[in-house]
């Protein structure tokens, strides 16, 4: 079946550190890839999406590109800020249907 | 523009209980999802309605959950009787057509003892 993969955290960054957090995918069919993000006591919303090979999402600095050769849709960014903290979550939804299959999150911490 | 709303946020029951969630989505959205998130995990879809119809239900534990969306606006989540592998986060989502992005409401945390 459909699944993702992402690095286990948390994660720990001083402010202005790179960040990378490493996705993966399997999917049966040809997906769409997101980036979801749930800010402590908010819920899930989503940061970046991309719906074909090496297209590039990016949202409020953060960008991911989707490998198709890799199966991989890692999200980056260069500086992050203290306000960045919050769990993340790489997710995939096959074209035509939208439930989406969701990694098990990452939680990142930047402290300042 | 009105998020999607959820409530309880919080509900502590014991096993064996019951408990309903409610969901009120984004006015004129037409699908709406329920997924649970356990502690440690990433959602997963419990089922799928487009307007009152349910589309995907193939998740749902039918022999405990059950949910309606009657006149195809909000939703009612229910547990009967709830176990305690069922202590979760119960996350609604809705979207304006089957492929347009999803928003998502706060949760209810579900603590099952």
């Known amino acids: 079946g459909d699944s993702v993969t992402q690095m286990e955290g948390p994660v720990t960054l001083s402010e202005e550190a790179f960040l990378t957090i490493n996705c993966t995918y399997t999917a049966t069919g040809y997906p769409s890839l997101f980036w979801y993000v749930q800010y402590p006591g908010e819920g899930l919303q989503l940061l970046l999406k991309?719906?074909?090979?090496?297209d590039k999402g990016s949202n409020k600095g953060f960008e991911a590109t989707y490998r198709k050769e890799t199966t991989s849709f890692h999200l980056e960014k260069g500086s992050v800020q203290v306000s960045d903290s919050a769990v993340y979550f790489c997710a995939l939804s096959v074209q035509g249907a939208t439930p989406l299959v969701f990694g098990k999150g990452t939680r990142l911490s930047v402290i300042a | 523009e009105a998020g999607v709303a959820q409530s309880p946020r919080y509900k502590i029951i014991e096993k064996r209980q019951s408990v309903a969630f409610w969901c009120n989505p984004i006015?004129?959205?037409?699908?709406l999802y329920w997924y649970q998130q356990i502690l440690g995990q990433g959602p997963k879809l419990l089922i799928q309605f487009q307007n009152n119809g349910v589309v995907d239900d193939s998740q749902l534990p039918k022999d405990r959950f059950s949910a309606e969306r009657l006149k195809g606006v909000d939703s009612t989540l229910k547990i009967q009787p709830a176990k305690l592998e069922d202590s979760a986060v119960y996350l609604c989502?809705?979207?304006?057509?089957?492929?347009?992005?999803?928003?998502f409401g706060p949760g209810t945390r579900l603590t099952v003892l």
């Open positions: 991309a719906t074909k090979a090496d």
């Open positions: 989502a809705s979207s304006f057509r089957l492929d347009n992005e999803q928003f």
């Open positions: 006015s004129g959205h037409a699908t």
